[in-house]
């Protein structure tokens, strides 16, 4: 293994043997800031466009902290915003991978404002489309969503598998998938898109309005504050830490195989975990660290959320197949690194 994400030597190797020029849209947030961060350790040039509307500066300010000068001089910001054609023409300039992340990500944003949702997540990835394309750009990876598995009961969840779209957000990503495809169908553009499953890792905004669980209850335990749960804590996710995200960009930018262009990969371990299972899993990491705080922390159950599914699994196996996806950090792993993050960093308190 390579770097502290874990990508897989061969992959790392592969990399640092060439030199391209990344654009990484989205590059200041959780997911998009861990992309940026293995391809500097990596050696290639790295542009992030980004407007910082959830993003973070700290983000870029720590990684530039963390890095060489040598290093940092191949990385780039734009602030801007996709939903303007003329800046994702100006960022797509001279790049052969996009990387394309920036979105509105949270579900009830998107339910309380599907206009702004639209104009985002639909609007902003035909805008980055259009200027890859026009920029002649080698290959386009974006983010899609296990949202629009929706809640359809069948398990594991299946590339096959008609979509069940309940929100704008969802509608959105399934919007995004029939763009990237037709821009490959009709004009040759080599896309790739990844319907993640519950992404995890350090970065991610404990203090988000729609704070995802992870991070908010690390903070709520290290505060000894009780665990706020929606339902009996027995649904299931298929919690994935960023490291696999990473790695499967990067397997597709590097792939030789033209069957996986205008095609779309479930992002995932494969796995279930409930949520009670996953505290559990916080809890021992947190007092390992803090041995002083409570062993049982108290919960406080309440009604589950509208919309929120029992159960689920990704299937992967299309990821091994044509990706040669390989799942190499198991949720406890990555909740090690986590935890480790959020309990020694200020950046988030
Ligand atoms: N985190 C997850 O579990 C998860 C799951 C499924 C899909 N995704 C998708 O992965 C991608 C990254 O998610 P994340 O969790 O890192 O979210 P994030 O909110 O941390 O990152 C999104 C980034 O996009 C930027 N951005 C938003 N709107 C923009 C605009 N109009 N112009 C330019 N930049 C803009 C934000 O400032 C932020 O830096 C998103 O497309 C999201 O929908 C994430």
């Not at 259009?130 to 386009?140: D, Q, T």
């Amino acid at each position: 293994m390579s770097s502290k994400l874990n990508i897989p030597s061969e992959i790392f190797a592969q990399l640092s043997s060439q030199r391209s020029t990344w654009l990484v849209t989205g590059g200041a947030g959780f997911i998009g800031s861990h992309l940026v961060e293995t391809l500097l350790q990596s050696g290639q040039k790295v542009r992030v466009l980004d407007n910082f509307s959830s993003g973070k500066k700290f983000h870029l300010k720590n990684l530039q902290a963390a890095f060489p000068t040598e290093v940092w001089k191949n990385f780039e910001l734009i602030t801007g915003d996709i939903r303007n054609f003329e800046t994702c023409l100006m960022a797509t300039e001279g790049v052969q991978f996009v990387l394309h992340h920036a979105a509105m990500g949270s579900v009830p944003a998107s339910v309380a404002d599907p206009q702004a949702c639209h104009d985002i997540n639909t609007g902003g990835t035909l805008n980055m489309l259009r200027a890859s394309l026009k920029n002649n750009i080698k290959k386009f990876m974006y983010a899609s969503s296990a949202a629009i598995y929706g809640d359809d009961p069948e398990l594991p969840k299946h590339e096959k598998m008609n979509p069940h779209v309940l929100s704008p957000y969802a509608a959105s990503k399934i919007a995004n998938e029939l763009y990237a495809h037709s821009f490959f169908k009709s004009y040759g553009l080599p896309c790739v898109g990844f319907r993640y499953f519950n992404v995890f890792g350090a970065r991610q905004d404990p203090k988000g309005s729609y704070a995802s669980v992870i991070p908010s209850w690390i903070q709520a335990l290290k505060n000894k504050e009780a665990i706020k749960l929606f339902g009996d804590g027995l649904q299931t996710r298929d919690f994935c830490h960023v490291s696999q995200i990473v790695q499967m960009n990067l397997r597709a930018a590097l792939s030789d195989h033209s069957e996986i262009f205008g095609q779309v990969f479930n992002v995932g371990l494969g796995q279930s975990t409930s949520l009670l299972e996953l505290l559990k899993y916080i809890t021992a990491e947190v007092q390992l660290l803090l041995p002083d705080l409570p062993k049982n922390p108290e919960i406080i159950f309440s009604e589950v959320r509208v919309g929120d599914v029992k159960y689920s699994k990704a299937s992967i196996d299309k990821a091994v197949q044509y990706l040669k996806f390989s799942p190499n950090v198991s949720v406890v792993q990555g909740l090690k690194d986590t935890v480790k993050c959020y309990l020694t960093s200020e950046d988030f308190s």
